[in-house]
C-alpha cells in the first residue's frame, strides 16, 4: 500500500484532512470541557467501523484512529480528576466539592431525595441537565431542596438566565418553609451542607494512593498520546467548528421556543389571574347583597314583631275601654234607679247627716282618700338578647287585679319593647291630674349606671353602655313625669332587683340590683330587695306559687284596711326579711319615703 502525499488529491487529501481534524478535535476539547461532546464523537465513530470493511481506504481507518484518540484526550483529563471509587460516575454527575476533590453526585446524602416540583429524585434530574442550580436548606432542623435545570448545553446561550434560573431555585426551597441557598452551580458545590459527613479516612488515604500511581500511568501515556493528539487536533477542529454552528443554531432555536413558551406561560398566568379576581369580586357582591337582604329580613321581623305587640297593647286598651264604658252605663243606670228614692228620703238623709257630723266632731278623724286614683302597671318576663323572667307578668296582673278591686283606674301592660313602654308611659302621663294619687308598679329586668335605674323593655340590646342607656326607660324619668303633673301622691314599686342580666351573657357593664335614689316631696318609692341583694321568685324548687316573694307578701298587706301605706311597706319588708332567712338567704325591701299626710290603700 503506498503512503499518502498531502496535496495529491486521493489518498493523500484523506491524511491531510486527518491531520486537520486531529487538531480540531484538539482544541475543542479545550473549548468543551464540561459538555458531552465526546459521546456523540463515540456514536459516530462506532457507525465508522462499520463502514470502513466496506472502504477499505487508508483515509477511512485514519479517521477512525483519530476519532478515538480524540475521544481519549477528552475522558482522560476528565476521569483522572476523579478518585477511584467515583471513576464509574457518568460525565454529568461529576462534581467539585468544596475542598477542590472531584465526585461523583450519587455519592451525596442527597442524591436520592426527591424534587417536590419535578416530583423525581435529584440523581436522575441533575444526570440529564446539562446547566443546574441546586437550592438547599441552611440548618439540618429544616429539610428542603429544589432543582431548576436546562436540559440542554447552555454553551453559546446568553449568560442573563443564569441569575432568573438560580434565583427559581432559591425561591422554589424557601417556599418549603426553610432558610436556603444555592449548594449546588452546574457540578459545583458551593456549601458543604450536601456533603455530609466527610469520606472516612481509609477510603480517603486509598483514593490518594490509587490517584498517585494512577498520575503516574497518566502522565506516561499523555506522553505518549500528546504527539498524537497534536495530530488530530486539524481535522477535528474543523468538525467542531462546524457542530458548534449547528449547535448554536439549535441552541437559537430553543431559547426562542422556550421564551415564546414562556411569554404563553405568563399571558395564561395574567388571564387566570384576572378571572380569579373577577370571581373573587363576584363572591364579595354576592357576600354584600346577602348581608343586605339578611338585615333587611331582620328588620322587617323586628317590625312585624313591634306591629304585633303593638296591636295586643292597642287590643288590650280596647278592651280596658269597653270595660270602663260598661261600667260607666252601669253606673249611670244605677244612679239613673236611685234619684227617685234618693228625692224621697232627703230630709231623713239630712237629719241623718247633721247626726253624723256631730259624732264625727266628737271622735277622731280619720282620713278617706276622695281624689283620683290610677296605677300603670308593667309586667315584663319575655326579653330577647338577656334573660328571661318566670314570675314578672303573674305578678303584674295580680297586682292591676288588686289595684283595680281598691278602686284605681288600672292600665295593665305585659311583656312591652321599648317602643311600647315609651308609649305606655306617655299615655299614663296624659291621662293624670293634679292631685290624683298614682301607684307605678314594675317588675322585670332594670340595672344601674353611674347612679342611675334603668328598666328594661323586653327588646334590649346588649351592644354597649350607651345604648343600653337610649332604649331603657330612666326611673328617675318617671318620678319626674308625674312630680310635673302635680299628683297629690305617688307611690313608685320597683320589683327589678335580680341578677345583672348582662353579666349573664358576658357583657362587663352595669351592677347587680339598683341604685339607692330620693324621693321628691310626696312620692313614696320601694324596691323588692336593697343594694346588692338579689330579689327571690321562688323560696324553694318546689314554690307553686305563680307571684315573686316580694309581690306575694305585698297582695295580702294592700288589702288590710285602715293601714296607712307606709305601715304596709313596713309590714312588707319584715314578712319579706322573715321569709328570706327562713330559707338561708338574704332579702330586704329598701323604702324611700317623702310623703306628706296619710295615704290608705284600703280606708
Not at 133 to 144: D, M
Not at 420 to 443: H, I, N, P, Q, Y
Request: aromatic share 6%.
Amino acid at each position: 500500500m503506498g503512503r499518502d502525499v498531502p496535496g495529491n488529491g486521493g489518498r493523500g487529501g484523506t491524511g491531510l484532512r486527518t491531520l486537520r481534524q486531529a487538531v480540531a478535535c484538539y482544541n475543542r476539547r479545550l473549548m468543551l470541557e464540561h459538555q458531552m461532546a465526546g459521546l456523540n464523537y463515540f456514536s459516530q465513530a462506532a457507525a465508522k467501523s462499520r463502514t470502513c470493511s466496506q472502504r477499505s481506504t487508508f483515509g477511512c481507518c485514519a479517521a477512525l484512529l483519530m476519532r478515538c484518540l480524540c475521544l481519549l484526550a477528552l475522558a482522560l483529563p476528565v476521569l483522572g480528576a476523579l478518585p477511584a471509587h467515583a471513576q464509574s460516575c457518568p460525565y454529568s454527575l461529576v462534581i467539585t466539592k468544596t475542598d477542590g476533590s472531584k465526585d461523583c453526585f450519587t455519592n451525596l446524602p442527597i442524591a436520592n431525595e426527591v424534587d417536590p416540583q419535578y416530583k423525581e429524585v435529584l440523581s436522575k434530574i441533575v444526570g440529564k441537565a446539562s446547566r443546574y442550580f441546586l437550592a438547599y436548606s441552611k440548618s439540618p432542623a429544616c429539610k428542603a431542596v429544589a432543582v431548576t435545570s436546562n436540559w440542554v448545553s447552555l454553551t453559546g446561550a446568553p449568560s442573563q438566565f443564569e441569575p432568573e434560573y438560580k434565583a427559581q431555585a432559591l425561591s422554589n426551597c424557601q417556599s418549603q418553609g426553610c432558610d436556603c441557598e444555592v449548594a449546588i452551580d452546574s457540578g459545583k458545590v458551593l456549601s458543604r451542607s450536601v456533603e455530609g459527613p466527610d469520606v472516612a479516612v481509609a477510603l480517603k488515604l486509598a483514593d490518594e494512593a490509587r490517584n498517585r500511581a494512577a498520575d503516574e500511568a497518566r502522565r506516561a501515556q499523555d506522553q505518549r498520546t500528546s504527539q498524537e493528539l497534536t495530530l488530530a487536533a486539524e481535522r477535528l477542529k474543523a468538525e467542531a467548528d462546524e457542530r458548534a454552528k449547528l449547535l448554536a443554531l439549535s441552541l437559537d432555536r430553543e431559547r426562542q421556543a422556550a421564551l415564546a413558551e414562556q411569554a404563553r406561560q405568563a399571558l395564561a398566568l395574567v388571564e387566570q389571574r384576572r378571572a380569579e379576581e373577577g370571581r373573587q369580586a363576584d363572591a364579595q357582591r354576592l357576600a354584600a347583597e346577602r348581608a343586605q337582604a339578611d338585615e333587611r329580613a331582620r328588620l322587617l321581623l323586628a317590625q312585624s314583631r313591634q306591629s304585633a305587640q303593638e296591636a295586643e297593647v292597642a287590643k288590650s286598651e280596647l278592651a280596658r275601654a269597653r270595660q270602663q264604658l260598661a261600667e260607666a252605663q252601669a253606673a249611670q243606670l244605677a244612679q239613673v234607679a236611685t234619684q227617685a228614692a234618693q228625692a224621697t228620703q232627703v230630709a231623713a238623709q239630712a237629719a241623718a247627716q247633721a247626726a253624723a257630723q256631730q259624732a264625727q266632731a266628737e271622735k277622731p278623724r280619720v282620713a278617706v282618700n276622695t281624689a283620683r286614683r290610677k296605677a300603670l302597671v308593667i309586667g315584663n318576663d319575655s326579653y330577647g338578647q338577656v334573660s328571661k323572667l318566670e314570675t314578672a307578668r303573674a305578678d303584674a296582673r295580680s297586682v292591676g287585679k288588686t289595684l283595680s278591686g281598691l278602686g284605681f283606674d288600672v292600665s295593665l301592660h305585659l311583656d312591652l319593647n321599648e317602643r311600647a313602654m315609651k308609649a305606655a308611659l306617655r299615655a299614663f302621663k296624659a291621662k293624670t291630674l293634679g292631685g290624683d294619687e298614682v301607684v307605678f308598679f314594675f317588675a322585670g329586668h332594670g340595672v344601674e349606671f353611674g347612679g342611675s335605674n334603668y328598666l328594661l323593655p323586653t327588646d334590649i340590646h346588649s351592644e354597649g353602655e350607651d345604648q343600653i342607656k337610649d332604649e331603657s326607660i330612666q326611673l328617675q324619668r318617671v318620678l319626674d313625669d308625674m312630680r310635673e303633673k302635680s299628683v297629690g301622691f305617688m307611690l313608685a314599686v320597683v320589683d327589678a332587683c335580680r341578677d345583672n342580666p348582662f353579666r349573664d351573657i358576658g357583657r362587663a357593664f352595669g351592677s347587680r340590683g339598683l341604685a339607692a335614689t330620693t324621693a321628691s316631696s310626696g312620692q313614696m318609692i320601694v324596691y323588692s330587695a336593697g343594694a346588692g341583694e338579689k330579689a327571690m321568685d321562688k323560696l324553694a324548687p318546689t314554690d307553686k306559687d305563680p307571684n315573686g316573694v316580694f309581690t306575694r307578701v305585698f297582695l295580702k298587706e294592700m288589702v288590710k284596711p285602715g293601714v296607712p301605706v307606709d305601715r304596709v311597706l313596713r309590714n312588707v319588708r319584715s314578712e319579706v326579711v322573715r321569709l328570706a332567712k327562713s330559707v338561708g338567704r338574704e332579702q330586704t325591701p329598701a323604702l324611700y319615703d317623702q310623703a306628706v299626710g296619710d295615704f290608705f290603700f284600703k280606708p
